[in-house]
């Protein structure tokens, strides 16, 4: 565990159900003279009615906004500055970021671009954003990036069929509303991979090789909420106390891995997105036991620490059991929650096997967060796993 670590987070958190509902009382944190904003969200909040409920409670401040449903899922470098190129010349106060972890991450990316001369591709990568943005707002819609509290955001680059990220403390949010009600209605598909997707940021934040005595704090909270409430969020999406717990489970682990990092997961992750759209938590969960179990001679007792969160009982197993029963758990959840686990359901195919380890291996900045080194035999022999 690292002796000199650092903690950051979003300025101001607002959280409860039916919160939104008094977003205009608290827009004075971002400024006193507010007049107009732009609300970047996805076409389902809008059908829900939640843009409405948002603009309509603006309003009542004398607030104006615009409203963007122009970013993609999981978008690319191109998309993001096309949405970019049509609002640059508009005067907004504050940027608002309604829906899933794409739109929180382009809002981040679109309040920084308007206040730097950069590119885009110049921002790519830590610390490279010179200015701090336009003020945001961050609403999640589901509980699995946990970007509402992060300094991250990230974007895929079809040419080099890779993801690859913006870290920058300017790009940490101003305010955020976490609201389970906007989550009630979230698909079962999107629910089960994005709750695997905060899952994932916890557990590998607690094994990075970062970790730290605060990331520690917020990943364990983080294991404990998630694994108390993913599989009935899943079977029971009308229950707002598991919708909540599961919000709350994806900001802890945004917090998290702000602070220790993900690992050799997310990194082999990456290039599945990038090259077969595989959504993320989707591929996160898919590779989430075996790199475990690669990792597990070097993790043993830190991978045990976490059973007893999970809900596992340990009083009679050793070390070693306790962290086979985490990777247990984690095959258990996979398989309740209906996450496919074979790549050939995506296209893979044994023939990119190589130049998808290739593709992990140039993600250097989580691949050194990992307790152990991978070579590209051992990401192959990953990947291969998955293709039965």
Known sequence: ???????????????????????????????????????????????????????????????????????????????????????????????????????????????????????????????????????????????????????????????????????????????????PILTLSLPRPITAATGMDAFTHSLESFISNKANLISDMVAMESIRLISASIVEAYQNGSSVVAREKMLLGSMYGGMALTSAGTAAVHALAYPLGGKFKIPHGVANSMLLPHVMKFNMDAIEERLSLVAQPMGIDTRELTEREAAEKVVEKIVEWTNLLEIPQNLKEYGVTEEDVSSLAVSASKVTRLLNNNPKELSLEDMETIYRKLLV
């Open 1 to 179: 565990m690292t002796n000199l670590y650092q903690f950051q987070t979003a300025d101001h958190i607002i959280s409860g159900a039916d919160s939104l509902k008094n977003i205009g009382e608290y827009l004075h944190l971002l400024g006193e003279e507010l007049k107009r904003t732009l609300i970047v969200t996805q076409p389902t909040m809008k059908r829900l009615g939640f843009v409405e409920q948002v603009k309509n409670d603006l309003a009542k401040h004398g607030i104006e906004s615009d409203i963007n449903i122009d970013v993609l899922p999981e978008p690319t470098l191109q998309n993001i500055e096309e949405v970019f190129e049509s609002i640059k010349h508009q005067q907004y106060d504050v940027f608002i970021g309604l829906g899933g972890g794409s739109v929180l991450d382009a809002v981040k990316i679109l309040s920084v671009l308007a206040t730097n001369k950069q590119s885009l591709k110049d921002m790519l990568g830590t610390d490279l954003v010179e200015k701090p943005g336009i003020p945001t707002l961050l609403i999640p819609s589901t509980s699995g990036t946990g970007s509402e509290v992060t300094p991250n955001a990230i974007v895929t680059i079809p040419d080099e069929e890779l993801k690859i990220g913006v870290v920058s403390k300017h790009l940490l949010p101003n305010l955020v509303f976490l609201d």
